[in-house]
């Protein structure tokens, strides 16, 4: 016997392994995902990968046509480099890049027949000064006056001096067209992929739009139309309203049957016939309230009422209704954040805890505050974009402490709000965040930031999170946290 289960042990614990393992592979590439949507890791991955591989295949080209001299490459890897480091910058133009490279080494042949004509060859110089001043003169003014200016304009007019055995004219020939090649790479790359990224990369662009709303405390229907607000940006957006009774209240009630609009699940109670007055009065209440959203909004609306603790039953009712982001209510207890907003925050969903100031149902000027680039940050500019709509306005800022962090911190604006759709401006405050917000807040309709979710608990203890600083402002709070399966 214990030879017949020895087959069915090995079995157990391989097909257990095989399980951990798969586990850890979508651990892996979930933190690969949200490392990539960074931008600027995106740019240093890709100049990693792309620009060896372009060499390899100008060089392969090359190879098959003719032979070149080395001094082809230097100026075509810092080009290629400075296209793809920065694909909006100043250079990034495929027509600049082929122009200007091979401009430049036209000058490096004018100014290497002028020597020739001009000087007699000598065995002891290898490059003439007069050839090297007249390129870079040359290469200087022509680049200037066709506005194709570029460093690698200048590396090309010097390097065709010295081609060794190749023609200067076959050097600027071979320039031509290998810089044609790596142009037309990066325009396909750049038109197709980078500032399409966010269809590829961004989760919420193709998610969030199921979302789960915990009726809770005083601004439930505040948050519900919130989420409603959400999910109407996508076509496929639809809000699930939850009431969690405690087991004691539910007792003797049935499910009912699902109606043409609103969906139940098993387990789920409904109002007709649950023989409970808590549970009737629950399934009214949120009845009211779809059907408002319904009316107002025109996003479908399930209500789900269910009895149990009250995080484990919400985390199972978002599972169960197919939902990927809970929008609750902001609660605190004893001026800190309850237990189970915390018990949502740093879960498996995306989770935004919506704290209201007033019966608001449309939020048309929204400030998105910033600390770092990143997967939060892109979730939280899309969640803003979608409430603003087209007739709003988004301001996505961050709070630098000195002058010298401005430039950086433009820069990082500029590559989160460009995949955005909307009307977006970027802010750069040199000043404290709370207090940035106690002077400005009050201008907006509604403040989004992050749960600082990707610190450390050391961190948020010595400095706490910025919505745990700021108690009274006078504007909408929405605290975005990132769910881990993402």
Known sequence: MRLRRLPEKILGRAKAFSTRV??????ELAAFRRWI??????????????????IAVVTFISNAITELSFLLFPP?????????????????????????????????????????????????VIVHPTSAALAILLAGAATWALDVEAPSAFSTALLTLVTGDVEPV??????????????????????EFYERRAEYLYETVRGDDH??????????NQTAFFAARLAAAHTAGKVVLLDVLEPRETEGARPID???????????????????????????RLERVAHQIRTRIGVPVEVVVARGEPLPTTLETAKNT?????????????????DYVRGLFGGQYDTVAFRSVEDRHKWRRVLVLV?????????????????????????????????????????????????????????????????????????????????????????????PPTFERIKEIDSDVAVFDRGHSK
């Open 258 to 284: 699902s109606s043409e609009e609103t969906q139940r699940r098993p387990g789920d109670l409904a109002a007709e016939s649950t023989g409970n007055p808590t549970a009737d009065a629950a399934v009214e």
């Open 37 to 54: 949507e960074n931008t600027n890791n995106l740019l240093h991955l890709t100049v990693l990968l792309v620009i060896p591989l372009l």
């Open 371 to 463: 600390s770092r680039p990143g997967d939060t940050a892109h979730a939280m500019v899309d969640f803003a974009t979608r409430l603003a709509g087209k007739t709003g306005s988004v301001s996505v800022t961050t709070c630098i402490a000195s002058e010298v962090e401005r430039r950086r911190a433009e820069t990082k604006l500029a590559n989160l709000v460009e995949t955005a759709d909307g009307n977006i401006e970027t802010r750069v405050a040199r000043a404290p965040v709370t207090n940035f917000l106690t002077a400005n807040a009050q201008t907006y309709d509604l403040v989004v930031l992050g749960s600082s979710g990707e610190r450390s608990a050391a961190s948020r203890f010595i400095s």
């Open 170 to 191: 076959e050097y600027v020939v071979s320039i031509f067209f290998a810089s044609v090649v790596i142009a037309l790479f990066f325009w396909v790359w750049r038109n």
């Open 211 to 220: 979302v789960l709303v915990p009726m809770r405390g005083d601004t439930g």
């Open 76 to 124: 075509l890897a810092a080009g290629t480099y400075t296209l793809f480091a920065d694909p909006e910058g100043r250079y990034a133009s495929p027509v600049r890049f082929v122009v200007a490279l091979t401009v430049g080494a036209l000058c490096g042949l004018v100014a290497f027949a002028f020597t020739q004509w001009a000087y007699v060859p000598s065995e002891t």
């Open 322 to 338: 197919n939902c990927d982001l809970v929008a609750c209510p902001y609660e605190e207890d004893r001026g800190f954040l309850s």
């Open 22 to 27: 798969r586990r850890a592979e979508r651990r």
